[in-house]
């Protein structure tokens, strides 16, 4: 008796691989720099690492290093010169200010609130525009319309100017200066995060993840969301200079965080009146801010040779 098996076959959908596109050529581009182009063998990112490494380092580790107290005041020892010049001591290595506090333990506590307000600046801007701009790309149309025109009336008004007009109004703080800083810098992530989606929308993984029925949030953040990951990076480590040259300037202002905190911003607005007796009251603070985002754009250089195509391309 013969047997007769039938076999129903069925359409299966395309195959899906997340982030397909983009996931093995990133990892690809980190795996060729690590084998060919190494942290180490690069000395302007091994430097600017090490500039960074010591300013987050110094920032997490703040009270466990400082020699004083950042904030005790000993107005007999007011002004005194760093240990290398005639009249300094050991005591206090980088010197005190007007009120007698020790310069040393104020830049390193100083470095925890350029450190914060930098960071997480970046990341309100970043999960902002990053947002936006997918969902600009994505639905096109007049979600694309508006959120390119409001962009653009906020890209219409100075970055500066805008900032110390929200932050004169709302208070000056650690959390609004971050929250200003954040929601005012969005669009540059918006801008690169918009073009790539709209490229990246066309794929066939995308269009097939489409066809399979999944839902518009797992499209973007699991199929699209991989694809931009290489810009997002590189504008985030490019951006957290500016944000941190941004608070030193606000600060300055007295539009920063308020004293008795210290910060390097406040502490070379502190020195302007004793340039001429005590200068290192304000150049010591500025040296801090000019080697931390030296250190950072270093860094922000060699994540943008490795993770941009165009940079990479031919290697």
């Given at each position: 008796?013969?047997?007769?098996?039938?076999?129903?076959?069925?359409?299966?959908?395309?195959?899906?691989?997340?982030?397909?596109?983009?996931?093995?050529?990133?990892r690809r581009?980190?795996?060729?720099?690590?084998?060919?182009?190494?942290?180490?063998q690069s000395l302007t990112a091994l430097i600017g690492g090490l500039m960074v490494a010591l300013v987050v380092?110094?920032?997490?580790?703040?009270?466990?290093?400082?020699?004083?107290d950042p904030l005790a005041q000993e107005i007999t020892?007011?002004?005194?010169?760093?240990?290398?010049?005639?009249?300094?001591?050991?005591?206090n290595l980088l010197g005190t200010d007007s009120l007698g506090r020790d310069i040393?333990?104020?830049?390193?506590?100083?470095?925890?609130?350029?450190?914060i307000v930098g960071f997480s600046a970046v990341i309100v801007a970043g999960t902002i525009g990053v947002t936006l701009g997918m969902l600009a790309a994505y639905f096109k149309g007049a979600v694309d319309l508006i959120l390119s025109r409001i962009a653009d009336i906020q890209q219409a008004i100075p970055f500066l100017i805008l900032i110390i007009a929200v932050v004169a109004v709302v208070g000056a703080s650690l959390l609004n200066l971050i929250l200003v800083l954040g929601v005012g810098s969005w669009l540059f992530y918006y801008r690169v995060v918009r073009g790539e989606t709209l490229s990246v929308r066309e794929e066939p993984y995308v269009e097939a993840a489409r066809i399979v029925g999944c839902t518009t949030p797992r499209i973007l953040f699991r199929y699209i969301l991989p694809n931009v990951s290489a810009s997002i990076i590189v504008i985030g480590t490019l951006f957290v200079p500016q944000v941190i040259l941004f608070e030193a300037g606000l600060s300055f202002l007295g539009l920063g965080v308020q004293p008795p905190t210290p910060t390097w911003g406040g502490m070379i607005a502190e020195g302007r009146d004793y340039v001429a007796s005590a200068w290192w009251l304000s150049v010591v603070p500025g040296f801090a801010i000019m080697l931390t985002v030296l250190g950072i754009n270093l860094v922000g250089d060699w994540l943008r040779e490795v993770l941009d195509p165009r940079q990479s391309k031919g290697r």
């Open positions: 008796m013969a047997v007769t098996t039938t076999i129903e076959l069925r359409p299966q959908p395309p195959p899906i691989q997340s982030g397909a596109g983009s996931g093995v050529t990133i581009r980190w795996r060729r720099a690590w084998r060919k182009e190494t942290f180490a380092s110094a920032s997490i580790f703040a009270e466990a290093i400082s020699p004083h020892q007011r002004l005194r010169p760093p240990f290398w010049m005639e009249g300094g001591t050991g005591a040393l333990s104020r830049m390193i506590f100083g470095s925890r609130i350029s450190l």
